[in-house]
């Protein structure tokens, strides 16, 4: 299951740019791997107050989102899809982009972790 995990500034998010960011985000996924993959994609949106937002040591006025995006490792190296960490960092910038304009594009950081079987679990269930 692809969950997403957007740290962002609160003041970029103002109660219309969420519906459009969770389905941009939804739609990056889904250019990877498919249809398959809308239905079960979650995506969780953290506001952080501007004063509590800093890049090299000071304040930041920078729309910066930070973007994690939880997968079962082996989803990572899926027969046919090529090299999806690549494809799925472009999309998710891309996707960014979409929502934020094109000044975001270099501030925009993506993370893609691969969780290992048995490390993650849903209903008292280990996967």
């Not at 998010?13 to 398959?36: C, F, H, M, Q, S």
């Not at 509590?52 to 930041?60: L, T």
């Not at 910066?64 to 690549?86: D, F, K, Q, S, Y």
Request: charge should be neutral; aromatic fraction near 4%; charged fraction near 20%.
């Amino acid at each position: 299951m692809p969950h997403f995990n957007v740290q962002i500034r609160e003041e970029d998010l103002d109660g219309k740019v969420e519906p459009k960011l969770i389905r941009a985000l939804t739609e990056a996924v889904v250019t990877v791997y498919g249809e398959w993959a809308r239905a079960v994609a979650v995506v969780e949106l953290f506001g952080i107050p501007q004063r509590r937002w800093g890049i090299g040591g000071i304040p930041s006025e920078a729309n910066a989102p930070i973007v994690t995006l939880n997968m079962r490792e082996p989803a990572l190296n899926l027969p046919g899809i090529g090299n999806a960490p690549a494809g799925l960092i472009a999309s998710i910038t891309d996707a960014m982009v979409t929502v934020f304009g094109e000044p975001v594009r270099k501030h925009v950081t993506v993370l893609v972790v691969g969780v290992p079987a048995g490390r993650s679990g849903v209903g008292r269930e280990a996967v």
